[in-house]
């Protein structure tokens, strides 16, 4: 069995990527070229996947949890020995602050 061409080849490794082409015909302006062009680029479905990853983040590594974590640890720590010293009041996590 022969090895693939290398347009092949290329054309899997990219199938997650969709370009889209749009050639001008001879006597064809350029506003139905736009019109075909967003006609297809509707139906390639690139643009609502590419809006639903807009706004989401991505899971933080387990060194920023583990790192956020010792933050939060610490500051905890130090508030719980302000109070104990007195310098602070100790506020209650439902109570209205006055």
């Avoid at 643009?47 to 956020?68: D, E, G, H, I």
Wanted: hydrophobic letters at 35%.
């Amino acid at each position: 069995m022969s090895p693939l061409p290398c347009c092949v080849r290329v054309a899997l490794a990219m199938q997650s990527m969709i370009n889209i082409e749009v050639v001008k015909g001879a006597n064809e302006n350029n506003l139905s070229v736009l019109r075909r062009f967003t006609k297809r680029v509707q139906a390639s479905g690139v643009l609502p996947r590419v809006r639903s990853k807009r706004y989401s983040q991505r899971t933080p590594s387990r060194n920023t949890r583990r790192a956020k974590t010792i933050i939060h640890l610490m500051k905890k720590e130090v508030t719980a020995e302000l109070i104990k010293l007195g310098k602070i009041n100790e506020i209650s996590k439902f109570s209205r602050r006055h």
